[in-house]
């Protein structure tokens, strides 16, 4: 069964109830299956992490790049993770504490003058176990 699913750029993150991430990227007539991936606990939410495109890129009839990361939210283990694309390989993973469960997750760039000073943010709400 799907649990869970994030679209960014041309690419979906399906989670199922199985434990197991898929990435898919969408083609004009088709979904392509990219990777594959278990995770030790269910799933409780998901996010993808969209490359931001210059402005002038917008009226360009070019595919967006695709997402650079993803976000992944474990039940049991309380943790998040952020996994690379489009292997789905953990980069990084980070226990939340006890008694608090990952709800949703946002990938946020805060942007500044000069663009060394950008800062990117994975948000993360929080619920009571």
């Known amino acids: 069964l799907l649990s869970m699913v994030s679209v960014a750029s041309s ?12 990435l898919f990227a969408a083609k004009p007539t088709a979904l392509d299956h990219v990777a594959e991936a278990r995770t030790a606990h269910e ?18 009839d070019e595919p ?5 990361y993803a976000a992944v939210g474990l039940w049991t283990e ?19 504490g006890s008694e608090v469960i990952p709800r949703s997750l946002l990938f946020y760039t805060a942007e500044a003058k ?11 709400a929080l619920g009571a176990d």
């Open 114 to 124: 000069e663009a060394a000073d950008t800062k990117e943010y994975l948000l993360c």
């Open 64 to 68: 967006a790049p695709p997402p650079l």
């Open 78 to 96: 309380l943790s998040v993770q952020i996994l690379a694309i489009p292997s789905l390989e953990l980069v990084v993973s980070e226990l939340l």
């Open 11 to 22: 690419y979906l993150l399906l989670a199922t109830s199985d434990k197991t991430l898929h």
């Open 43 to 60: 799933v409780a939410c998901v996010a993808l992490r969209e490359v931001a495109r210059p402005s002038s890129a917008m009226d360009i």
